[in-house]
């Protein structure tokens, strides 16, 4: 019923000794099929309705300028992976990238942070299930996101060209419902538009204050956790149809439509809500029904948890794919990676690995959620850093002489986006900094103790041969 990765012993990769080409995942989606997952993976109504409400606390009318920024941020980044995914087009996305062109260490330390990423944000996304199917039924926001999860492994252990279909429909259903909201928020306008750029908070007692800089960038690690799920591309590299070209389109638009659904409803929320107390509390559902009726507030809700749904979906997908990468590469102990490498006959997933992603998924559900937030914007700032430190190398040696897409503007976009990202980790809260220290400590420790002494049978990081600018990328 199932087939597993055999041990290597051939070589493909300038890391490794030689050992066996790997096995490929099955190339079986192209432009469409990339974009609809990608989409659905960066979800950006979920994003809108879920992590959005949360910042105006905080940023109050700043919140659409500080996510612009992030987005001008995140340009410089999907450079960086266009570049990077189409020249190590592999499903185990920003390690594979790292590891091949800077070192097996560096490569180690980003998929530890990638694996706070994919482990963290479905449950972060799911939570707001249970709010948004309030107008239908009660349930408790945890076992509400607990019982997505479990549904959205189900549908990962499917075949991926049968999910693309399903996501996108899924994604519509979600670009409506912020289409909606756009529309009654800047049809009920009730402040200058100025703030937007001038940007305040409420201090109480009806008196506004002005939303520092500081502040601003402080929240810029939300801000780019909202916008990240761009790079679900570069996961998807070895199952995209010539990567070359249909990685970089797919990294770039969807960026530039993920920022468009969440930023223009973002504006029309700060420019629509009634007062600022109404805007801070971040109580979406409250405002659409504000804005309409119940009936319009309760279709927005329910397609709002539509995307949820297909968000955790697709989320489970890309994630799998990084548990099957690392086992393909022998990061774990023999019987872990013949799991985590075991792959369905009959649809092609690696089924084992996508259990592994959904099941605890579900369990950190039970977490508090603004813990799960705090450690994700920080692994995300600091995997971006590591990332565009890759990117300065991506044209050295025989790099430089292969097929793949090229950024504008290098060096200086990754030196840029180093020297910015680094500042935006030193404005992060204490708890989150050490939260994701301790992680990658951890994960350190079982480099030095594990991996390192074993180079030559563990952490063998591969692109399958074919994908190295040898055929058709």
Sequence with gaps: MTDTLHPPTAPHSPLAPPIEAPKSLKRSIGVVGGTLLTLSCLTPASSLFVIVPPLFADLGTGTALTIVVAALLCIAVAFCYSELGTLIPSAGGEYAMVGTLIGRLAGWIVFVLSLIVVMIVPPIITLGTGEYLAPIMQIDPKIAGAAVMLLATVMGLLDLRANAWITGIFLVLEVVAAAVVAILGFSHTSRSASVLIHPVTEAGHGVSTAVTAGTIIAGLAIALFVLQGFSTAVYLSEEMENPRRTVSRTVLWTLGIGAVVVIVP???????????????????????????????????????????????IVMVIQNSRVLYASARDRAWPAPVNRAFGTLSKRFGAPWIATLAV???????????????????????????????????????????????????????????????????????????????????????????????????????????????GLENV
């Design 358 to 468: 959904g099941v605890p998924g579900a369990v950190l559900c039970f977490v508090p959620v603004e813990t799960l937030s705090g450690v994700t914007g920080a692994a995300v700032a600091a995997m971006y850093v590591v990332v565009a430190l890759a990117a300065l190398g991506s044209r050295r040696g025989g790099h430089r002489e292969r097929a793949a897409w090229r950024m504008p503007l290098w060096p200086a976009v990754p030196l840029l986006l180093v020297v910015v990202l680094a500042y935006v980790l030193t404005q992060q809260t204490a708890r989150d900094l050490v939260i994701t220290g301790v992680i990658v400590a951890a994960s350190l420790a079982y480099w030095l103790f594990y991996l390192r002494p074993r180079q030559s049978t563990r952490w063998v990081i591969s692109v399958p041969e074919e994908e190295m």
């Design 266 to 312: 973002t504006i029309a929320i700060t420019l629509g809500a009634p007062d600022m107390n109404s805007l801070m509390a971040g109580d979406l559902s409250a405002l659409v029904q504000g804005w309409s009726n119940s009936a319009v507030g309760t279709f927005i809700s329910l397609c709002i948890a539509l995307a949820i749904i297909n968000a955790g």
